[in-house]
Structures are given as C-alpha cells and as structure tokens.
C-alpha cells in the first residue's frame, strides 16, 4: 500500500483568526506604550490612568448628560 499524504489547507475562518490576532495584538501593544509613555513622562505626586468603558446604548447616554447637566444647572 501506498502511503497517504494529507494536506489541511488554509481556509476562510484561519485567516480571520490570524487576522484578528494580529489586530489584538497590536491593540495591546498601543495600549501599553501608551501607559509606558505616561509613567515616563509623569513628574512625581500620583499618577491615576482610568479607562470608563462606555455604557449603555448612546441614546442612554445621552439622556443621562442631558439630566446631570440640568442638575448642574440647578444647583448653581
């Protein structure tokens, strides 16, 4: 008998798997460099780095800026 040989090909869901390592990886990358060049450049006293994810659905979101700045408003 003769032996077999298999070939597994690429296909459409590798390459948007590679693709979207990739794309991780780079994100990540930024978001390191970003936090490296604000500890570097910090000159002493605390340093606070926050990420707010966005919440909720924009139109939530903007109801809740339209009601904290009509209590701004008021309390002035």
């Known amino acids: ?3 077999m040989m298999l ?3 690429y296909g459409i869901p590798q390459y948007i798997e590679i693709i979207l390592s990739v794309v991780d990886s780079i ?3 930024i978001a390191g460099n970003y936090i490296y060049i604000k ?4 000159n002493g006293g605390n340093l606070s780095i926050r990420y707010q994810p966005a919440r ?3 139109r939530q ?3 809740t800026k339209m009601i904290e700045e009509e ?3 008021q309390r002035k």
């Not at 500890?39 to 910090?42: C, N, W």
């Open 1 to 3: 008998m003769q032996s």
């Open 7 to 9: 070939r597994k090909a």
């Open 27 to 29: 994100a990540a990358g």
């Open 39 to 42: 500890l570097i450049e910090h």
């Open 56 to 58: 909720g659905s924009p």
């Open 61 to 63: 979101r903007k109801i």
């Open 71 to 73: 209590i701004a408003t």
